[in-house]
T-cell receptor, first 109, second 115 residues
Framework: GQSLEQPSEVTAVEGAIVQINCTYQ??????LSWYQQHDGGAPTFLSY????GLEETGRFSSFLSRSDSYGYLLLQELQMKDSASYFC??????????FGSGTQLTVLP | DSGVTQTPKHLITATGQRVTLRCSPR?????VYWYQQSLDQGLQFLIQ???????AKGNILERFSAQQFPDLHSELNLSSLELGDSALYFC??????????????FGEGSRLTVL
C-alpha cells in the first residue's frame, strides 16, 4: 500500500520561514508533489521532486531524499495569504497520486 | 482557473438517493481522477480513467461507480447515499496515464450534503 505522514498543524509568524515535513511509503515510488488548498477550494500544484535535492520556485522550495523516503516543503518570507492546508502526495507504480492528510499552516501577524 | 470543470458545485439530497457528479477535464488531458475529501480530511483517491478505460481503483465503495465517455468527460455516480457520504468530491485531470509528473489539475469540487 501507500501511506504518507505529515504534521497536522504548523503555526508561524509573518515573514518567518516554515518547513513542513513528509515521510512516505510508496510502492514503485516516482516522486513527491506538494499541493496547497485554501479553505475547501481546489488543491493547486506547488512543486514536484523526482530526484534527490532541492527545487526552488520563488518563496517555496521542496526537498526530496529518496533513500530516507522523506521530503519537505520550505516556505520563506511567510505572508498571511500562505495560511492554507498543504498536502504532500506520492506518485508510484499504483498509478494514482496518494495524498497525505494535510498540514494546516496558520500565519500570524 | 485550472481548466477542469465540475458540476454541480453544490448538491443537497436525502439518504437513499442517487446523484451524478460531472467532470470535464482540461483540454487535451486524457486522464481523469476522482477524489473524496471529507471535513478536515485529506484527499482520498477513488478511481482513475485514462482515455475511457479504468486504470486504477482506490477505496471506492461498491455503491459508487464512474465512467469516462468518448468525449473524455467523466461522471461519478453515488447511490444509496448515506450521511457519511457528505463530502467534497474533486475531479482532477492530467495529460499522462501514470501521474508520473506529479501534477494534477483540480476542479473546484462538488460539495455533496446528504440529509
Amino acid at each position: 500500500g501507500q501511506s504518507l505522514e505529515q504534521p497536522s498543524e504548523v503555526t508561524a509568524v509573518e515573514g518567518a520561514i516554515v518547513q513542513i515535513n513528509c515521510t512516505y511509503q510508496t510502492s514503485g515510488f516516482y516522486g513527491l508533489s506538494w499541493y496547497q488548498q485554501h479553505d475547501g477550494g481546489a488543491p493547486t500544484f506547488l512543486s514536484y521532486n523526482a530526484l534527490d535535492g532541492l527545487e526552488e520556485t520563488g518563496r517555496f522550495s521542496s526537498f526530496l531524499s529518496r533513500s530516507d523516503s522523506y521530503g519537505y516543503l520550505l516556505l520563506q518570507e511567510l505572508q498571511m495569504k500562505d495560511s492554507a492546508s498543504y498536502f504532500c502526495a506520492a506518485s508510484g507504480s499504483a498509478r494514482q497520486l496518494t495524498f497525505g492528510s494535510g498540514t494546516q499552516l496558520t500565519v500570524l501577524p | 482557473d485550472s481548466g477542469v470543470t465540475q458540476t454541480p458545485k453544490h448538491l443537497i439530497t436525502a439518504t437513499g438517493q442517487r446523484v451524478t457528479l460531472r467532470c470535464s477535464p482540461r483540454s487535451g488531458d486524457l486522464s481523469v481522477y476522482w477524489y473524496q475529501q471529507s471535513l478536515d480530511q485529506g484527499l482520498q483517491f477513488l478511481i482513475q480513467y485514462y482515455n475511457g478505460e479504468e486504470r486504477a481503483k482506490g477505496n471506492i465503495l461498491e455503491r459508487f461507480s464512474a465512467q469516462q465517455f468518448p468525449d473524455l468527460h467523466s461522471e461519478l455516480n453515488l447511490s444509496s447515499l448515506e450521511l457519511g457520504d457528505s463530502a467534497l468530491y474533486f475531479c482532477a485531470s492530467s495529460a499522462e496515464d501514470r501521474g508520473s509528473s506529479g501534477e494534477l489539475f483540480f476542479g473546484e469540487g462538488s460539495r455533496l450534503t446528504v440529509l
